[in-house]
T-cell receptor, first 115, second 113 residues
Framework: GENVEQHPSTLSVQEGDSAVIKCTYS??????FPWYKQELGKRPQLIID?????GEKKDQRIAVTLNKTAKHFSLHITETQPEDSAVYFC??????????????FGKGTHLIIQP | DGGITQSPKYLFRKEGQNVTLSCEQN?????MYWYRQDPGQGLRLIYY???????QKGDIAEGYSVSREKKESFPLTVTSAQKNPTAFYLC????????????FGPGTRLTVT
């Protein structure tokens, strides 16, 4: 089955700086890669996702890049703000028009924004 | 925070008892999922269902059971066979077509002593 590894487990950055979180996956058939943000005690919320036919996707201060050959994808947050502090999870899944399998998640990155 | 709900928020049980966690969605999604989250860990897939009256095991199905009698509901039973049942349980749903984005419920924190 799929295996997703995520690094680092904890990331501390100064407010206003950029943060980068990296994930690798094992199954070359995976074609959907979402990123979730989870605040303490709350549900994960999707912040951005990318499909395997795209190399990069941006949404304001957040971007995700995908390298299919190397089987890794990264989350980039620019101009970090205190409200960006949370745990971020990457995930991978193979999906087709006829199926909706579960996600395989990385173990998470605790992002700390220092004032 | 509507759309997908889980109850109760906190649940306490004695060891050896079965317990059922509720998950309901009004998003008209065909697919529903159960994940388990432990401290410092990612989410791990327990069971998922793509259609009523059908479901598949995920990565850690042992000690759990599910049913899918209605499109809106996907209850999870944690049986006494589950060796480490204390965890945060998250239910999710998604459409079977289009973006397939998974929406999560607020979770149930189960403590077994």
């Amino acid at each position: 089955g799929e295996n997703v590894e995520q690094h680092p487990s904890t990331l501390s950055v100064q407010e206003g700086d950029s943060a980068v979180i990296k994930c690798t996956y094992s199954d070359s058939a995976s074609n959907y890669f979402p990123w979730y943000k989870q605040e303490l005690g709350k549900r994960p919320q999707l912040i951005i996702d990318i499909r395997s036919n795209v190399g990069e996707k941006k949404d304001q201060r957040i971007a995700v890049t995908l390298n299919k050959t190397a089987k890794h994808f990264s989350l980039h947050i620019t101009e970090t703000q205190p409200e960006d502090s949370a745990v971020y999870f990457c995930a991978a899944r193979m999906y087709s028009g006829g199926g909706a399998d579960g996600l395989t998640f990385g173990k998470g990155t605790h992002l700390i924004i220092q004032p | 925070d509507g759309g997908i709900t889980q109850s109760p928020k906190y649940l306490f049980r004695k060891e050896g008892q079965n317990v059922t966690l509720s998950c309901e969605q009004n998003l008209n999604h065909d697919a529903m999922y159960w994940y388990r989250q432990d401290p410092g860990q990612g989410l791990r897939l327990i069971y998922y269902s793509q259609i009523v009256n059908d479901f598949q095991k995920g990565d850690i199905a042992e000690g759990y059971s599910v049913s899918r009698e209605k499109k809106e509901s996907f209850p999870l039973t944690v049986t006494s066979a589950q060796k480490n049942p204390t965890a945060f349980y998250l239910c999710a749903s998604s459409a079977m077509t289009g973006l397939h984005e998974q929406y999560f419920g607020p979770g149930t924190r189960l403590t077994v002593t």
